[in-house]
């Protein structure tokens, strides 16, 4: 009897089919564990739609000896929210007391699949295509990151912004004392847009905003260069998504030869076109 006692003690870890109604049944041995993150499970549950969930990566949910959860209410919960079943690798036997040691690990950002991917400036390429997954979302204004599974088909889907990013490093490399004046990954996403009505331009136009070389005062640039130039001294900081706005307006009036007044923004007023 002990001998066998001995051996369901024994850690041992299978993939499982969880239906709705197994994650429920788990969840209510759950007690002890975070708070809930319902973007977390809203973030896990949106992976699950689009299939793009993995059972076969390692990362278990941990249940332990006396058949209690440790880890994985928020994979749990989004089985419940997606309705449906899906499988997902769990670990038995776990120590009761491992609670305080589980997640301890750094968690893998955007920069870090893409480093990975040996995609080079892969810490600007990381700001700009997430800009990118924002716009995908229809909210550049967002908070929103793309999940892990992403990051290689958003790279597929905007393969030119590596180009891009490429172009503004080198262009900054050559600025001294004005580095930051315009956040880098928020030009390399705009050079990247800028580019895709005409490249050449898109390239003078951040040339001429980083360098303020051959401006005129009645150049759209001009005016957005001193716009962000008074930013860098001003102790209350224009948000990025203004900056993002007033390069676009000046990129607008500059494709279109005119002139640029007072930069403004509201936020009542649609988000303007690239034109």
Not at 38 to 53: E, I, L, S
Not at 141 to 153: F, L, Q, R, T, Y
Request: with cysteine; aromatic share 8%.
């Amino acid at each position: 009897m002990a001998k066998k006692q001995r051996r369901s003690n024994v850690q041992r870890s299978e993939v499982i089919r969880y239906t709705p109604e197994l994650a429920k049944e788990i969840l209510e041995r759950n007690e002890l564990n975070r708070y809930i993150s319902w973007p977390t499970v809203h973030k896990y549950a949106n992976t699950m739609k689009r299939q793009g969930w993995r059972s076969d990566n390692g990362a278990a949910i941990k249940i332990d000896r006396a058949g209690k959860l440790k880890d994985g209410q928020h994979r749990l919960l989004a089985v419940i929210e997606v309705g449906v079943p899906v499988h997902i690798l769990t670990t038995f036997n776990v120590a009761e007391d491992c609670f305080g040691t589980i997640d301890c690990g750094k968690p893998r950002r955007t920069c870090d699949i893409i480093s990975i991917l040996n995609v080079p400036n892969y810490t600007t390429v990381s700001g700009a295509l997430t800009l990118c997954y924002r716009e995908e979302c229809g909210n550049l204004a967002s908070a929103a990151i793309p999940d892990n599974d992403m990051i290689e088909g958003l790279l597929e889907r905007h393969a030119k912004l590596v180009d891009s990013v490429a172009t503004v490093v080198e262009i900054r490399h050559q600025v001294r004392g004005l580095k930051g004046l315009f956040p880098q990954s928020l030009a390399a996403y705009l050079h990247y847009r800028f580019s895709q009505k005409d490249p050449e331009a898109a390239t003078r136009f951040f040339e001429q905003l980083y360098t303020g070389e051959d401006l005129k005062k009645t150049n759209p640039v001009y005016r957005l260069r001193e716009k962000f130039v008074a930013d860098m001294a001003s102790t209350t900081k224009l948000p990025r998504i203004y900056k993002m706005v007033y390069a676009i307006k000046a990129w607008n009036a500059t494709r279109n030869g005119g002139t640029l007044g007072l930069l403004r923004w509201s936020s009542t007023e649609q988000f303007p076109a690239i034109a």
